[in-house]
């Protein structure tokens, strides 16, 4: 297979891994920094869905023949960084072992297609949108707090989506790490990044708080935020997968990867579009191999884990949440997008949002849960009819049809 591989099929697996780790990575390390996690931890975190990602990538795309393109949980990082402060780590690892079992028994059983179908996808939406907006926001407070930082990131950031969208975060990150470099920015924290460089494993504990902060808004935006967009890619571009082997497997690997910080691995979407299309190579049998290339480097990213934390750890907190937050923007944006796009659900959908994004805790449950039950009980609330209504409705029908008095046969 290697003899044949052709560069652009080599460049694009590799590109496809780099966006990740220099983009979307970076949200771990913050929702660490904000759960106060030893290097270790997240050297194992790293550890765990890079492996993740590694082992069900290479086999999908080789069983398939398809460029299945998997990743960790980016809108489940995303949620970490609200929920994850707030449990004890062992709680959020059963939150983890949760979340993994409940995307394996959805997958196992066949039931993805028709719990996407039942579920509002107006409401999953709003709640990631929810959950995003409390960090994207917070580049306005960085903006005047470390204006010479972070201004010139967010400018390099949506000049890059203007001229070249896939790369528009590594420019910005560049940009970040090119000022920071000159403004003598840089701190070295080496000493922390030595203790671990693999597998650490953590006893999952099973509590109330890990069950509705974490593992159920952690299992619903990997279905939907994550596979049913990722499934649309590869049907997007004549991929026939069936549904029930991704899921199965992801939610199978994220289970036992979870004692080990993996908080769920799934599979992509934007940067699985690289490898699906005709840039990656003209003939669509041939891209499979994108995905065997992707695969590889979340191994070897696996393998040496450890230093790549100790790398980012040099990064400044300020560096981090912001492109952290520039990350999100665009999932922010779709979610946005797709929660007010529906004319049906639309006030749910925005009752939805703003609970999560209210961040409230009552009784020990975050907003995440309260965000979608008042946003399921404001949809039944406006889709419910009475039952005068429903037979006011019938007869009416019922009359329209009748004969008008002209058309009645004399």
Same mark, same amino acid.
């Given at each position: 297979?290697?003899?044949?591989?052709?560069?652009?099929?080599?460049?694009?697996?590799?590109?496809?891994?780099?966006?990740?780790?220099?983009?979307?990575?970076?949200?771990?390390?913050?929702?660490?920094?904000?759960?106060?996690? %030893?290097?270790?931890?997240?050297?194992?975190?790293?550890?765990?869905?890079?492996?993740?990602?590694?082992?069900?990538?290479?086999?999908?795309?080789?069983? #398939?023949?398809?460029?299945?393109?998997?990743?960790?949980?980016?809108?489940?990082?995303?949620?970490?960084?609200?929920?994850?402060?707030?449990?004890?780590?062992?709680?959020?690892?059963?939150?983890?072992?949760?979340?993994?079992?409940?995307?394996?028994?959805?997958?196992?059983?066949?039931?993805?297609?028709?719990? +996407?179908?039942?579920?509002?996808?107006?409401?999953?939406?709003?709640?990631?949108?929810?959950?995003?907006?409390?960090?994207?926001?917070?580049?306005?407070?960085?903006?005047?707090?470390?204006?010479?930082?972070?201004?010139?990131?967010?400018?390099?950031?949506?000049?890059?989506?203007?001229?070249?969208?896939?790369?528009?975060?590594?420019?910005?990150?560049?940009?970040?790490?090119?000022?920071?470099?000159?403004?003598?920015?840089?701190?070295?924290?080496?000493? !922390?990044?030595?203790?671990?460089?693999?597998? $650490?494993?953590?006893?999952?504990?099973?509590?109330?708080?890990?069950?509705?902060?974490?593992?159920?808004?952690?299992?619903?935006?990997? !279905?939907?935020?994550?596979?049913?967009?990722?499934?649309?890619?590869?049907?997007?571009?004549?991929?026939? !997968?069936?549904?029930?082997?991704?899921?199965?497997?992801?939610?199978?690997?994220?289970?036992?990867?979870?004692?080990?910080?993996?908080?769920?691995?799934?599979?992509?979407?934007?940067?699985?579009?690289?490898?699906?299309?005709?840039?990656?190579?003209?003939?669509?049998?041939?891209?499979?191999?994108?995905?065997?290339?992707?695969?590889?480097?979340?191994?070897?990213?696996?393998?040496?884990?450890?230093?790549?934390?100790? !790398?980012?750890?040099?990064?400044?907190?300020?560096?981090? +949440?912001?492109?952290?937050?520039?990350?999100?923007?665009?999932?922010?944006?779709?979610?946005? %997008?797709?929660?007010?796009?529906?004319? %049906?659900?639309?006030?749910?959908?925005?009752?939805?949002?703003?609970?999560?994004? %209210?961040?409230?805790?009552?009784?020990?449950?975050?907003?995440?849960?309260?965000? $979608?039950?008042?946003?399921?009980?404001?949809?039944?609330?406006?889709?419910?009819?009475?039952? #005068?209504?429903?037979?006011?409705?019938?007869?009416?029908?019922?009359?329209?049809?009748?004969?008008?008095?002209?058309?009645?046969?004399?």
């Amino acid at each position: 297979m290697f003899k044949s591989l052709p560069p652009s099929i080599l460049i694009t697996g590799v590109l496809t891994i780099a966006v990740g780790y220099t983009g979307p990575f970076l949200i771990i390390v913050h929702a660490a920094q904000l759960a106060g996690l %030893s290097s270790a931890q997240l050297a194992s975190w790293l550890w765990a869905v890079s492996l993740g990602s590694g082992i069900a990538g290479l086999w999908l795309s080789w069983r #398939w023949k398809m460029p299945v393109i998997t990743a960790w949980s980016t809108p489940g990082a995303a949620v970490l960084l609200a929920a994850l402060p707030g449990v004890p780590y062992p709680q959020a690892v059963g939150g983890f072992v949760i979340a993994g079992l409940l995307v394996w028994l959805v997958g196992i059983s066949g039931a993805f297609d028709a719990l +996407m179908k039942r579920f509002p996808p107006a409401l999953a939406a709003a709640l990631l949108a929810g959950i995003l907006f409390r960090f994207v926001v917070e580049l306005v407070p960085a903006a005047r707090d470390h204006a010479t930082l972070v201004l010139p990131m967010a400018l390099a950031f949506f000049a890059g989506r203007r001229l070249w969208p896939r790369y528009a975060l590594i420019g910005a990150l560049a940009v970040g790490a090119g000022l920071l470099l000159q403004q003598g920015g840089w701190h070295s924290t080496a000493t !922390l990044a030595a203790s671990s460089s693999g597998p $650490l494993w953590t006893t999952p504990q099973f509590s109330l708080s890990g069950l509705s902060n974490i593992a159920l808004p952690l299992a619903l935006v990997a !279905l939907t935020g994550q596979f049913l967009p990722g499934m649309a890619v590869l049907k997007n571009d004549g991929y026939a !997968l069936p549904a029930r082997a991704p899921v199965t497997i992801l939610g199978a690997l994220s289970l036992l990867l979870a004692p080990f910080g993996g908080h769920g691995v799934v599979l992509a979407a934007i940067t699985a579009a690289m490898c699906t299309g005709a840039e990656c190579h003209p003939d669509q049998q041939q891209r499979w191999k994108a995905g065997i290339v992707a695969a590889l480097c979340y191994l070897i990213v696996a393998a040496v884990g450890g230093s790549l934390v100790a !790398l980012l750890l040099l990064l400044p907190k300020a560096l981090v +949440m912001a492109a952290a937050a520039l990350a999100l923007f665009g999932t922010l944006a779709s979610s946005l %997008s797709a929660a007010l796009g529906s004319d %049906s659900q639309r006030e749910a959908a925005l009752l939805t949002f703003v609970v999560a994004a %209210s961040g409230v805790s009552i009784a020990g449950i975050g907003a995440p849960l309260w965000a $979608l039950l008042a946003g399921v009980a404001a949809s039944a609330v406006l889709r419910w009819q009475p039952g #005068w209504r429903t037979t006011a409705g019938v007869n009416a029908a019922a009359c329209a049809a009748l004969p008008t008095p002209a058309e009645r046969p004399r």
